[in-house]
């Protein structure tokens, strides 16, 4: 991958560019200076079809001006603008200055918008029908390509409209999961368990933590090998919101249910990760989404505006 990003290709790219603009100037000043000979009726001799002859006009002087002003054009640009390489041109523009410009100018003229919800608490805004059609516009421009339209997920994308939270469901939590975002990981853990048997009935015991349908011989076998697993799930199985492990006794499964699923978390292990958005969204946008958000699962006995 090294070959692609070295200044090589910088300056590759750079000497392509000026030499296909001092080639079209090039061409431009040897048709200007070439006199082909012509006969006395101003033809250069060429027939085609029996009687259509080619005339040996000159250019039109508005196609050559137009010719010369887009070579000119291309090399003030090129002074002004990136495009020789890693030049950054005199103006010093790049996209990333522009979309951030464009962002301050988008969040300043938004800023008053979401003054009035920066005292309002989460309880409040999920009462408030304007902020939860903030919310839930925020919420498609951002969220809703993992977690679906309706917040219901999907394998591996949690379900925000269960009450089931990896990290906490409380406001706060979400808040700090949408700006900060999550790294989940459930390391292989086969070797540490001891044999595909073993491994099995393990599978069979986290079945029967939840009532769901198991082998009720290898859940028993399996219970002693689960002291691995309690050190983040806890030796009742229900998890640690601190950790991100998941609650084992609630039948919520996000990657896949079934012993063959639980076979391959354990032996392969699981990694899931929550982009951060503090990037993107202010504290004010993160304040109404997070609120959204809670209250998918927390609707209010009565709303108003």
């Not at 100037?25 to 080619?54: F, P, Q, Y």
């Not at 919800?117 to 408030?128: R, S």
Request: negative net charge; glycine residues 10%; charged residues 15%.
């Amino acid at each position: 991958m090294s070959d692609f990003v070295n200044n090589f290709w910088s300056v590759y790219v750079a000497g392509i560019t000026v030499a296909g603009i001092l080639a079209c100037l090039i061409l431009l000043i040897i048709t200007a200076r070439k006199k082909v000979v012509s006969d006395s009726d101003n033809t250069t001799g060429h027939v085609w079809d029996e009687d259509l002859r080619e005339l040996n006009n000159p250019m039109p002087r508005w196609w050559v001006w137009m010719f010369v002003i887009t070579i000119v054009f291309g090399l003030l640009y090129l002074f002004a603008y990136p495009g020789l390489g890693s030049y950054g041109g005199q103006l010093q523009w790049s996209q990333n200055r522009a979309y951030e410009a464009e962002m301050a100018k988008a969040n300043a003229q938004l800023e008053p918008l979401y003054a009035r919800f920066t005292a309002m608490t989460p309880e409040e805004m999920v009462g408030d029908a304007q902020a939860m059609a903030i919310g839930e516009r925020l919420f498609m421009n951002n969220c809703a390509q993992c977690h679906g339209s309706d917040a219901r997920g999907s394998k591996g994308f949690p379900n925000l409209v269960d009450g089931d939270w990896l990290h906490g469901g409380a406001p706060e939590n979400i808040k700090e999961t949408i700006a900060n975002g999550r790294i989940g990981m459930m390391p292989p853990q086969a070797e540490a368990i001891g044999t595909a048997e073993d491994v099995r009935n393990l599978a069979h015991y986290v079945l029967s933590l939840s009532g769901s349908p198991h082998d009720a011989l290898r859940a028993t076998e399996g219970k002693s090998k689960f002291t691995i697993c309690a050190a983040c799930h806890g030796m009742d199985g229900k998890g640690n919101t601190m950790l991100g492990a998941p609650n084992l006794t609630d039948d919520v499964w996000l990657h896949g249910w079934g012993e063959q699923a639980i076979i391959d978390i354990i032996t392969n292990g699981k990694m899931n990760e929550m982009p951060a958005q503090s990037n993107k969204l202010t504290p004010a946008q993160i304040d109404v989404l997070a609120a959204y958000v809670w209250g998918l699962s927390n609707k209010p006995a009565t709303a108003g505006n």
